[in-house]
């Protein structure tokens, strides 16, 4: 269990991440936060994420984004979960299309 001094250090770094109101400012934030690995093995889960949801096959996630079979499973385990955060976003960048749109419109994908 998470002390009150760590509880409290995530939710400001959370509240952080929720006062970015612009895709360049969430570039210069990780870039500032986070190496270059880092960040990537963020992008790899999300897009294996995203690809899970378009109901793409393991075989076909693993060879498109060179992740590992176990990397696959562990992040479908997480998105069946209850209350799974990473579904929420996904359901509603999907329902919303806002995200892709953005991206697309500033040469990002």
């Known amino acids: ?7 409290a250090n995530r939710d400001q770094f959370f509240e952080a ?11 210069d934030f990780f870039e500032d936060i986070a190496t270059g690995k ?13 690809r ?3 109901g793409d096959t393991y075989e076909t996630i693993e060879h498109e ?4 079979s176990s ?3 562990r992040i479908k385990r997480c ?4 209350g799974s955060g990473l579904r929420a976003v996904l359901v509603r960048e999907m329902s919303s299309g806002a995200v892709t ?4 419109q500033r040469g990002r994908s």
Do not use: P, W
């Not at 269990?1 to 509880?7: F, L, Q």
């Not at 992008?43 to 995203?50: D, W």
């Open 71 to 73: 990397m696959v499973s």
């Open 17 to 27: 991440l929720i006062s970015l109101q612009s895709i360049d400012e969430c570039y």
């Open 79 to 82: 998105m069946n979960r209850e």
């Open 38 to 50: 880092e960040l990537e093995a963020f992008i790899q889960r999300y897009q294996v994420a995203r």
């Open 52 to 54: 899970l949801m378009n």
């Open 65 to 68: 984004t060179n992740a590992r």
């Open 1 to 7: 269990m998470k002390t009150d001094k760590e509880r």
């Open 101 to 104: 749109e953005q991206a697309a």
